[in-house]
Structure formats: C-alpha cells, structure tokens
C-alpha cells in the first residue's frame, strides 16, 4: 500500500495552557502541508505520539502547575474546535496527565496511532495539511506546557489508497 519516502523523523509542537483556566480548550496546530503532496499521492505516515508535559518553564514543577486536578491533550487530523471523544475517526493520539490530593502523579497516552485496517505497516496515514492540538485542564494553580512529540514519515500511496483515505477523512469531517 505505501511505499516510504523518507526515514522516520520527529515533529515537535508546544502548547501553552494559562494559569487560572478551568475547563478551558487550548489550541496549536503542525502544519503538515510540505510533507503532503495530493499530485503525487504522498500522504505523513504517523507511527508514535508521545506527550511531554512541564510547568511555566522547562525546569518548573509539573504537579505545582497542575495542582490536584488533571490535563488533557489530543492530537486531530481534523478541527473539531474543542475535546473530541475516543472513537472519533479524526482522533490521532491522545495523552492525560493527572496529579492527585495524594500526590501521585501519572501520565498516560491512551491512544496511540494505528492503521485501522489501512494496511501491513503500523502508522496513521494523513492527507490534510495539518494536524490539530486541543488541550484542557480542571485546575491550574501556574501554567503548564504539553509538548507533542509526533514520529512520522513521508509515503508514497496508491491512488486508489490515497482517495480511499481523503474520502474517510472528508466523511469523518461530517
């Protein structure tokens, strides 16, 4: 199905969440257009996302950021404008860190990219030009920063691969 163009490379995106916010959403997006090329069927295969979470600045505490609440980030192919729940096609990869009044603090990405049936390699195929960043918090005594860490590289589809993956992703937008 995809013929691979490039080795894996990492994406970087940050995200900033302001002090004082309760249930807010907080956006970014990673353009991706220069890795997508519809003439040529070339489409970003995402193989990890990881999450990396820090306070106000890179050496500030994350539980101090955080307080006893919880955050939330999710990475899209689509905009959604807000939180989107887990069996939306559009939902890439999602991550939650979580500091209780017990002062357990916990980090989780409960969903990492997979193929969806798309073909033998494991990875998400996009064909947009970006990728979007929602994130929310319940509580947050100072800032904190979600960095995400996207592994990915660039393929080359079929064409009836890649219009079966535009297709999903347009029906998906509905």
Not at 156 to 167: N, R
């Amino acid at each position: 199905m995809a013929n691979k163009k490039t080795s894996v490379f990492t994406l970087t995106e940050r995200l900033t969440m302001t002090a004082g916010t309760v249930d807010t959403d907080f956006f970014a997006t990673v353009d991706i257009g220069s890795y997508v090329d519809v003439g040529d069927r070339q489409a970003l295969q995402i193989h990890k996302v990881t999450y990396v979470w820090q306070g106000a600045t890179a050496g500030a505490s994350v539980a101090a950021a955080l307080g006893n609440g919880q955050a939330m980030c999710q990475l899209t192919d689509l905009n959604r404008g807000g939180v989107v729940f887990a069996d939306d096609r559009a939902l890439v990869s999602s991550g939650v860190l979580i500091h209780d009044q017990d002062a357990y603090l916990t980090n989780v990405a409960d969903f990492f990219p997979d193929n969806f049936g798309k073909g033998s390699d494991d990875g998400r195929f996009v064909v947009n030009d970006q990728l979007y960043l929602t994130a929310r918090s319940t509580s947050l005594p100072a800032n904190l920063n979600v960095t995400v860490m996207i592994e990915a590289s660039i393929v080359s589809l079929t064409a009836k691969d890649f219009m079966a993956i535009a297709i999903q992703s347009t029906a998906a937008d509905n």
